[in-house]
């Protein structure tokens, strides 16, 4: 499930917002396995850019945890290395990406530079 109705999240952003690239509100699937686990997370995103994303979750992971996330954009699935860099209690947590594999990088910049031609 993607939102092809995608808006730019970062117009209300605090003054000292520390986001390199802008997000978008867009709900993509993404599986995520936290490092020492392998029971999968499966969830949507809340928002998605070229650095990271923001998922919700009940019990959100600690910050630090580096996580494997597999992204679904447009039905193909894409595998990125990251960690989880904000926490917000019962919630959820934003992550960085941090290594892309194959072709991941440029997929993501296709599929959120679509996103910005359609909006």
């Known amino acids: 499930m993607d939102s092809t109705n995608a808006q730019p999240a970062t117009a ?3 003054e000292g917002d ?12 993404i599986e995520i ?8 997370i ?3 995103t809340t ?18 945890t580096h996580i ?3 992204l679904w954009l ?3 699935p894409i595998v990125i290395q990251g960690r989880v860099v904000t926490c917000h209690p019962q919630y959820g947590n934003g992550m960085m990406f941090e290594k892309f594999e194959g072709q991941a990088e ?12 359609a909006t």
């Open 68 to 70: 494997q996330a597999t």
């Open 106 to 117: 440029q997929l993501l910049h296709q599929y959120l530079d679509a996103i910005v031609t």
């Open 33 to 40: 396995r936290p490092e020492g686990s392998d029971v999968p």
């Open 18 to 29: 520390r986001r390199f690239h802008p997000r978008y509100t867009v709900q993509v699937q």
């Open 47 to 64: 928002d998605l850019s070229r650095g990271g994303c923001y998922i919700e979750l009940i019990m959100p992971l600690p910050i630090g």
């Open 42 to 44: 499966r969830l949507a």
């Open 74 to 76: 447009k039905e193909y």
């Open 12 to 14: 209300a952003l605090p």
